[in-house]
C-alpha cells in the first residue's frame, strides 16, 4: 500500500540485541493532504529503513510504501504500519487525485479523448423489458 503526505517528525529510536544479532527500531509521521488531514505513524525496521527517514528534509511530501500488520496481546489488538520504503514524492508520479492513501491501485492509464455525447442521459437505470400485448389477460392492470 502507498500514502503520499508531508512528513512531521521522526520519533526516536530504539535498539536492541536479539538471538539473531542487534537491530533497530525507529519511525516517523506524516500528515495526508486530504480534505480532512489525518496524521499517520508508521514503524521502519532496520538501519536501512531508519537511515531512508532520517535523510528527507522534515516538511517536505514524501511517498511511504508500507505493510499494516495486527497481533493480539492480552486479548487486545494492536497495528503497526511497517514502512518497507520512503521517497521524496516527485510530481507526475502518481495521479493527481491520489494525494491520499492508495489501496493496490491499479497504474493510471494514460487519458482518453471524450466521446460524442450520449443522445440519451444515461440514469444508471435499466429499462424494463417490453411486454408482449396478451388480450386475454385477466388482470386488473
Do not use: H
Not at 106 to 125: D, E, H, I, L, V
Amino acid at each position: 500500500m502507498e500514502i503520499t503526505g508531508k512528513l512531521l517528525q521522526l520519533l526516536p529510536e530504539v535498539q536492541g540485541e536479539s538471538a539473531r544479532g542487534p537491530w533497530v527500531r525507529g519511525g516517523f509521521v506524516i500528515e495526508t493532504g486530504d480534505d480532512y488531514p489525518r496524521k499517520v505513524a508508521f514503524t521502519c525496521f532496520g538501519e536501512e529503513r531508519v537511515a531512508m527517514a532520517k535523510n528527507i528534509p522534515m516538511n517536505s511530501l514524501v511517498q511511504v510504501t508500507f505493510t499494516p500488520e495486527s497481533r493480539e496481546f492480552n486479548e487486545r489488538w494492536y497495528t503497526d504500519l511497517r514502512c518497507s520504503r520512503i521517497q521524496p514524492f516527485v510530481a507526475g508520479q502518481m495521479p493527481p487525485a491520489a494525494t491520499g492513501m492508495t489501496w493496490n491501485a491499479a497504474p493510471a492509464q494514460p487519458a482518453q479523448q471524450p466521446a460524442a455525447a450520449p443522445a440519451q442521459p444515461q440514469t444508471g437505470f435499466a429499462q424494463p423489458p417490453a411486454m408482449p400485448a396478451n388480450e386475454n389477460d385477466d388482470l386488473p392492470f
